[in-house]
Each structure stands twice: as structure tokens, then as C-alpha cells.
């Protein structure tokens, strides 16, 4: 065989591609987009004409595309930013139920899911505990801007979730603290009190 098979991807508040991009460069397919923002939309059709862009996380099923091996988004991370008020679950703009829920149909075997810093103080252990209620080893990792050249202002925080239902039980107990101490590394895990699994 040609190594690892394709992965098939959807692409959760996809923006105007940037994650797209990395799959195809990685040689992998994107088979579904879901992003409201009708210019990005102009943007990903584009470069991917022939992907089906669907405009709204909540009425997008996860059922549309057939199998779905990662699942990806950044979803909207104004509710944990400090310039959003801080507002966290009971802003409109909380979307992560949504993403849950099509996590949920589409048992995709891999999750990548990617906010802001300012998740780990309020919002990151019931985004974890979603994951695994679900069947998902799920862990995450702090990135600081200075880590990437400060391409970005704000230190990001990476969610990654697994399912093999085989695997499932050697893999709860490895990961999501390897992860977390992974985390630790970056500022911020280690002094919010949130790096120990809950549980």
C-alpha cells in the first residue's frame, strides 16, 4: 500500500481555507466546509470548487458528507477572549454544543479543535469531559505565540480528541496527562489549577 490511507475531513468555522490547505498539502482530501461568513465562503469556492460549503454550524447534521475521519475547527473564540467580555458559555457565539453534537453523529476517529488561552480558565475542562462522554481520549496542549514567531498575538490552545474503541482503555490512561504536561511547558497550564485531569 501507499503507507496511510487518506484521511477525509471536515472543516468545522473553516475561515478562508488555512487548514484546508495543510491537509492538501499533506495529502489528504477536505470533503465538507461549514463557515457562515458569506466572503470566506467566496474564498473557498475559489480554491476548492468542487468541497460543499454548508453556511451554518447549527443546521449542518455531520451526516452530509458519508465517513469523516478528523473533524477540525477553530470554533469561534470570542465568548473566552478577554477583548469578548468573558462572557464564555452564556454568549450567542458559544458554539461549541453544536460542534459537539456533529462530532457525535459523525464519529469522526480524530478531533482537532483549536481556540484561545483565555478557554483554559473557563470553558476547557467541560469541552474535555464532552469529548470523552462521547467515546474521545481527549487532551490538550498550550502553543505560545513565541513558539510560532509570534505570527499570531495570543497563545492558542490546541483540543485533540481520539477514538479506537479497542485501544480506547491503554489510551485514557496514557494521553491526556502526557498531553497536559505537554501543555505545561507553555505558560498558562501550569498556574490555572486546570492541568490536573478532571475526573
Not at 456533529?102 to 476547557?124: C, H, K, Q, S, Y
Not at 505570527?151 to 491503554?170: A, C, F, K, N
Request: aromatic letters at 8%; one cysteine or more.
Amino acid at each position: 500500500g501507499d503507507g496511510m490511507r487518506k484521511l477525509r475531513v471536515l472543516d468545522l468555522f473553516s475561515g478562508i481555507g488555512g487548514f484546508a490547505l495543510a491537509v492538501r498539502w499533506l495529502g489528504h482530501e477536505t470533503v465538507g466546509f461549514c463557515e457562515i461568513d458569506p466572503w470566506c465562503r467566496r474564498v473557498l469556492d475559489k480554491h476548492w470548487p468542487e468541497v460543499p460549503k454548508h453556511d451554518d454550524i447549527r443546521t449542518l447534521k455531520g451526516t452530509e458528507f458519508g465517513t469523516i475521519d478528523l473533524i477540525t475547527g477553530g470554533f469561534p473564540c470570542q465568548p473566552f477572549s478577554v477583548a469578548g467580555q468573558r462572557r464564555g458559555e452564556d454568549d450567542p457565539r458559544h458554539l461549541w454544543p453544536a460542534m459537539h453534537r456533529i462530532i457525535d453523529t459523525a464519529r469522526p476517529r480524530f478531533v482537532l479543535a483549536e481556540n484561545v488561552a483565555g478557554i483554559v480558565n473557563m470553558a476547557l475542562d467541560g469541552v474535555l469531559a464532552d469529548l470523552e462522554a462521547i467515546g474521545y481520549t481527549a487532551g490538550a496542549v498550550v502553543i505560545p505565540a513565541g513558539a510560532v514567531n509570534a505570527l499570531h498575538r495570543r497563545d492558542r490552545v490546541w483540543i485533540m480528541g481520539y477514538s479506537d474503541s479497542e485501544q480506547q482503555p491503554q489510551l485514557q490512561r496514557l494521553q491526556p496527562d502526557q498531553w497536559r504536561r505537554t501543555g505545561n511547558a507553555g505558560k498558562g497550564m501550569a498556574d490555572t489549577g486546570h492541568a490536573e485531569p478532571s475526573g
